[in-house]
């Protein structure tokens, strides 16, 4: 993989693989030929805001280890309903609570435990066979939005 500063936009599709979010920087691989390089986050902003080249892994100024399911997350409204499946495991349903990019965490709240809410970090759902349902059960719902107020 060339740097992506000499990218003419051609068919390749970049992807963040790890954060290093203590450093700043994170490694893109090029899908072509798998190379991967490290590209400090003002990088990656630009690639994508000025130069626009298209990297998974970015959005909405966050980023992230890409998934399709952190993908879908970080576009996600707070609030939203939702279940995870982890590695064929379906988990209660719980609410969207949103994306820490420092800590590279996504918070769920679901009612349960010491403060109701559990994170899952960027990288676990990237490395684990993960899939995203958002078709609710409307009395599922109910009882879990009871157990906010």
Do not use: W
């Not at 203590?22 to 899908?31: A, E, L, P, Y």
């Not at 990656?44 to 966050?62: A, L, M, Q, S, T």
């Not at 996504?106 to 899939?131: I, W």
């Amino acid at each position: 993989m060339f740097i992506l500063y000499m990218l003419n936009g051609g068919s390749n599709m970049y992807s963040i693989t790890t954060v290093f979010k203590n450093k700043g920087r994170c490694f893109v691989v090029d899908s072509k030929d798998g190379v991967s390089e490290s590209y400090t986050f003002p990088q990656i902003r630009d690639f994508v805001e000025k130069r626009g080249i298209d990297i998974k892994g970015y959005k909405k100024g966050n980023i992230f280890t890409y998934s399709e399911v952190a993908e879908k997350l970080v576009g996600m409204q707070k609030g939203t309903p939702l279940q995870l499946n982890i590695d064929g495991n379906t988990y209660r349903l719980s609410l969207y609570a949103g994306f820490d990019m420092h800590t590279q965490e996504f918070l769920f709240f679901d009612g349960e435990g010491a403060t109701g809410y559990y994170k899952l970090s960027a990288s676990f759902l990237a490395y684990h066979n993960c899939k995203l349902i958002t078709q609710v059960n409307p009395t599922d719902y109910a009882k879990l939005k009871a157990k906010i107020h």
